[in-house]
């Protein structure tokens, strides 16, 4: 017996409201992320994640109000993403109680800026996003490289090059997301989780592309990720953390009761 | 009851004092601070702490903490967490070898699991097993899990310190003991209901019987 893995249900936050909207029995306000960390936490997740699509300034302000709100009563680890560039962003997300952040395209645009983010304020609160797209061909050995902008643009980078480059610099996790298999519900691109997790040292969480709860267990075992982020299977109440977690212990995983 | 937090530039510390809040008597009163004349009138004293070491004695010693810690910890309730443990022992490993506070006879060394599957940092929920029995474990049960970060780990040179154990390749020490002071290498503020049962236990213990 140990470490348990993980299962982190991620909140598509925009303008400090839930998008889609969470679906709990009993809720009052499926559009309310307080409310809806805190069934979260009362259903057994072991982190959770928001992810802020807002568009505006307001609501980038207003998410420092949802992240203390959050911390201020939901007592399991909270990870912040979107839109976060520069070590002020992560200083402040912080201070209001995010125990990490999650930075993707400021990583791309300016690398030595996770060096600058880890060194103050220690690597177990940067967690580098990595968006992927499988570019080889069919008939050749697999090729990733790194996307931004929700999947649309190419950068031309490497992505196990660059995940190692990622941990080099100081990352203190990272958040694997295969965008070919985002919202496509057929499971983790799991040679892609896989060639990440095995190159560095560092956790590796597996996203994109959960459409059941044996995506969680594949992503652990043949993904070797150190965790399993999910979205919408647990939002629309298709199933439950504890349903995932019996399934992966079935499957001989090791989780938290 | 004041309750002091120790802030001294180490991290955010937000969630532990909402945590402590969250489980306190009522007539308690948390306070951030980093002047030893404010942890020196409370009645008790968490110490948390993340980062690296070296950093975190330069900063101690700075605010020339050391000393009113070390007189806090004496004669009141005292709870280190994470890197609040480490900085206990007498020596780390990190930062090419760091002198610490040398209140429990030990090192603190980095993990190095021969098994390429354990990733580190150790990021995650692990069993926090209890070896002596200790009033801030009361009703948490045997093995429950706790939320722990870190690369390195405390190996105290008295085992009879170690009223804890977790398991990451290797068996370690997961939280030392000795009078006044109790300290844990996991969150307790991160880890859920255990977690908050092991704070409301430190805000509830007034230190060993005599």
């Not at chain 1, 960390?37 to 259903?43: C, F, G, M």
């Given at each position: 017996m140990g470490l348990a893995k993980r299962?982190?249900?991620?909140?598509?936050?925009?303008?400090?409201?839930?998008?889609?909207?969470?679906?709990?029995e009993g809720l009052r306000d499926a559009g309310d992320p307080v409310e809806a960390a805190r069934r979260y936490n009362q259903?057994?997740?072991?982190?959770?994640?928001?992810?802020?699509?807002?568009?505006?300034h307001e609501g980038r302000e207003t998410m420092l109000h949802v992240v203390e709100a959050v911390a201020a009563e939901v007592f399991i680890p909270?990870?912040?993403?979107?839109g976060i560039r520069t070590l002020a962003d992560v200083r402040r997300l912080l201070h209001a109680g995010a125990d990490k952040v999650s930075i993707n395209t400021a990583a791309v645009h300016h690398p030595e800026r996770i060096k600058e983010m880890s060194d103050a304020v220690g690597s177990q609160c940067i967690v580098v996003a990595i968006d992927a797209r499988r570019v080889?061909?069919?008939?050749?050995?697999?090729?990733?490289?790194?996307?931004?902008h929700g999947g649309r643009n190419p950068t031309g980078l490497d992505a196990i090059r660059w995940a190692r480059h990622m941990a080099d610099l100081g990352a203190g996790e990272l958040l694997v997301t295969s965008m070919d298999r985002d919202g496509m519900q057929q499971g983790f691109d799991l040679e892609l989780t896989r060639a990440i997790s095995d190159v560095v040292p560092i956790p590796v969480i597996a996203s994109g592309g959960v459409g059941n709860l044996e995506h969680l267990a594949e992503g652990i075992l043949d993904g070797h990720a150190d965790a399993v982020l999910a979205a919408s299977i647990f939002h629309f109440g298709?199933?439950?953390?504890?349903?995932?977690?019996?399934?992966?212990?079935?499957?001989?995983i090791e989780v938290r009761d | 009851m004041q309750i002091a937090v120790v802030d001294y530039g180490m991290g955010n510390l937000r969630s532990v004092v909402k945590a402590i809040e969250h489980v306190a008597p009522s007539d308690a009163h948390v306070v951030l601070t980093d002047a030893p004349e404010v942890i020196l009138n409370s009645e008790k004293v968490v110490f948390p702490g993340q980062g690296a070491a070296a950093q975190c004695m330069a900063k101690l010693e700075e605010r020339q903490l050391p000393e009113a810690l070390r007189e806090a910890a004496r004669t009141r309730p005292f709870l280190g967490i994470c890197m609040g443990m480490q900085v206990l022992l007498d020596r780390s490993e990190e930062n090419d070898g760091v002198d610490l506070l040398g209140w429990f006879p030990g090192q603190v060394k980095r993990f190095e699991p021969g098994d390429a599957h354990l990733k580190v940092p150790?990021?995650?929920?692990?069993?926090?097993?209890?070896?002596h029995e200790h009033p801030l474990f009361d009703g948490i049960r045997q093995d429950a899990r706790f939320y722990f970060v870190h690369s390195y780990y405390c190996e105290p040179t008295d085992p009879s310190q170690s009223v804890a154990t977790?398991?990451?390749?290797?068996?370690?020490?997961?939280?030392?003991?000795?009078?006044?002071?109790?300290?844990?290498?996991?969150?307790?503020?991160?880890?859920?209901?255990?977690?908050?049962?092991?704070?409301?236990?430190?805000?509830?213990w007034s230190g060993p019987r005599s």
């Amino acid at each position: 017996m140990g470490l348990a893995k993980r299962i982190i249900p991620c909140l598509d936050v925009a303008e400090g409201r839930v998008v889609k909207g969470v679906q709990f029995e009993g809720l009052r306000d499926a559009g309310d992320p307080v409310e809806a960390a805190r069934r979260y936490n009362q259903a057994g997740a072991d982190e959770l994640t928001f992810l802020d699509i807002s568009a505006s300034h307001e609501g980038r302000e207003t998410m420092l109000h949802v992240v203390e709100a959050v911390a201020a009563e939901v007592f399991i680890p909270l990870t912040v993403g979107g839109g976060i560039r520069t070590l002020a962003d992560v200083r402040r997300l912080l201070h209001a109680g995010a125990d990490k952040v999650s930075i993707n395209t400021a990583a791309v645009h300016h690398p030595e800026r996770i060096k600058e983010m880890s060194d103050a304020v220690g690597s177990q609160c940067i967690v580098v996003a990595i968006d992927a797209r499988r570019v080889s061909a069919e008939d050749e050995p697999p090729r990733w490289e790194i996307f931004t902008h929700g999947g649309r643009n190419p950068t031309g980078l490497d992505a196990i090059r660059w995940a190692r480059h990622m941990a080099d610099l100081g990352a203190g996790e990272l958040l694997v997301t295969s965008m070919d298999r985002d919202g496509m519900q057929q499971g983790f691109d799991l040679e892609l989780t896989r060639a990440i997790s095995d190159v560095v040292p560092i956790p590796v969480i597996a996203s994109g592309g959960v459409g059941n709860l044996e995506h969680l267990a594949e992503g652990i075992l043949d993904g070797h990720a150190d965790a399993v982020l999910a979205a919408s299977i647990f939002h629309f109440g298709t199933h439950s953390i504890s349903e995932a977690k019996a399934v992966m212990a079935r499957a001989g995983i090791e989780v938290r009761d | 009851m004041q309750i002091a937090v120790v802030d001294y530039g180490m991290g955010n510390l937000r969630s532990v004092v909402k945590a402590i809040e969250h489980v306190a008597p009522s007539d308690a009163h948390v306070v951030l601070t980093d002047a030893p004349e404010v942890i020196l009138n409370s009645e008790k004293v968490v110490f948390p702490g993340q980062g690296a070491a070296a950093q975190c004695m330069a900063k101690l010693e700075e605010r020339q903490l050391p000393e009113a810690l070390r007189e806090a910890a004496r004669t009141r309730p005292f709870l280190g967490i994470c890197m609040g443990m480490q900085v206990l022992l007498d020596r780390s490993e990190e930062n090419d070898g760091v002198d610490l506070l040398g209140w429990f006879p030990g090192q603190v060394k980095r993990f190095e699991p021969g098994d390429a599957h354990l990733k580190v940092p150790q990021m995650g929920w692990n069993q926090l097993h209890q070896a002596h029995e200790h009033p801030l474990f009361d009703g948490i049960r045997q093995d429950a899990r706790f939320y722990f970060v870190h690369s390195y780990y405390c190996e105290p040179t008295d085992p009879s310190q170690s009223v804890a154990t977790a398991t990451y390749g290797q068996t370690y020490c997961a939280a030392l003991a000795d009078d006044f002071v109790f300290a844990i290498q996991a969150h307790p503020e991160k880890s859920a209901d255990d977690g908050l049962t092991l704070l409301a236990n430190f805000t509830r213990w007034s230190g060993p019987r005599s």
